[in-house]
């Protein structure tokens, strides 16, 4: 591609996605630079301006811009001092930085929490299923699962919600239960915890609620060692049903 055309691509990209998903476009960002924002914050001393921070962050043109847009709205001061949180949340900070919208009177039920199988085996493919209803728009928002091992150990995952308008929404995830140094997959009784929130699930910052949150139970025994090698492929997988708008967004916060 010539310079000019890939520029224009680039900039007629960045256009669209900022106006059709630059809050989405947004929590990526921070989710993903949010490791190389601080060393930069850390190892740079005085950032005079979001331009001097945000060339520094690697990801090229949709970065530099999605940075300088939140960046600037806030100015660099505040921007820094966001990301430098204790308990930085990507949602939260693309709100302060106005890229997304918050809703104080967003409202959701949860009508279907499930998992397939109920009794399943060690290494096996576990598929949750999740039916929710939004009756007031969720601005900037998670569905998100997490689940409990008997020992008490947990993981989870979570897609974020943008602008979702009432109706009726389903979301699967799948996660195969391979034992890894994370999560070892012991026989017993697990939990399944699923929550639709306005904000990140659990993020102790504003504009953050619970909607709505359901629980099931299944069970894991083991299965033959034949099948217990093999590395880690544990760490969950979404994919969007019907109109659900997910990109991943980080594990939620509960
Ligand atoms: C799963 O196992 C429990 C007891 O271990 C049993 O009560 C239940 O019926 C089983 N469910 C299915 C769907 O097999
Ligand atoms: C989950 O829902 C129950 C009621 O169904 C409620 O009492 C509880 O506070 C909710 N949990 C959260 C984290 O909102």
Known sequence: MNKLFSLIFVLFFVNAAVSFDSCGVCVDFVDNSLNDLLNIILNSGVLGTCNALCSKVPGGQIVDTICNLACDAVGVDEFVKLISDVDPDPIYICEECKVCKTNNNAAATLELVQINPVNGTVGGTFTISIAYTVTNTIATGQLAFNIIDPTGNGFGDAVLLVQQTPEQYTQQFQFQATPSEQEAFPNGLYTLQAAVCEGSCGSPHPYTYTLANGTTT?????????????????????????????????????
């Open 218 to 254: 299944f069970t894991i025994s083991g299965s033959d060692s034949s099948s217990m090698s093999g590395s880690f492929t544990g760490s969950s997988q979404s994919s969007a049903t019907g109109a659900a708008s997910g990109s991943g967004s980080g594990a939620a916060l509960f």
